[in-house]
């Protein structure tokens, strides 16, 4: 599957972005969604994860309660709302689709080996 991301800006701290993920190529409903998000320096890391049915979510500790990830399969798009966001929440966000059968919790969404599909990747800078 061939990902796009976008929605990416500049807000202020306590400010709210929408990242939306348009997927291509395959039968979207088949993949696992995630979002990684990567800083200048930092290696990539988990943001968010979504079942193929949209019913299970995860979410790394740093974002929750402000971030919820959900998926529209007729629309074939994953989004990240972004909430109350953070100067720490500044960096380069990546949507990724993993096509595997099994993939129990936490564990494996977070893991981004697992994943064989990744978007171009979509600035946020969160200004203090």
């Known amino acids: 599957v061939q990902l796009q991301a976008s929605g990416g800006g500049v807000v202020q701290a306590g400010g709210s972005l929408r990242l939306s993920c348009a997927a291509s190529?395959?039968?979207?409903?088949?993949?696992?969604m995630g979002w990684f998000r990567q800083a200048p320096g930092k290696e990539r890391e988990f943001v968010a994860g979504i079942s193929r049915s949209g019913g299970m979510t995860y979410y790394t500790d740093s974002v929750k309660g402000r971030f919820t990830i959900s998926r529209d399969n007729a629309a074939n798009t994953v989004y990240l709302q972004m909430s109350t966001l953070k100067p720490e929440d500044t960096a380069v966000y990546y949507c990724a689709g993993m096509s595997l059968d099994y993939c129990p919790g936490y564990g494996c969404y977070a893991n981004r080996l697992k994943y064989g599909s990744w978007g171009q990747g979509t600035q946020v800078t969160v200004s203090s």
């Open positions: 190529g395959d039968t979207f409903s088949r993949y696992r």
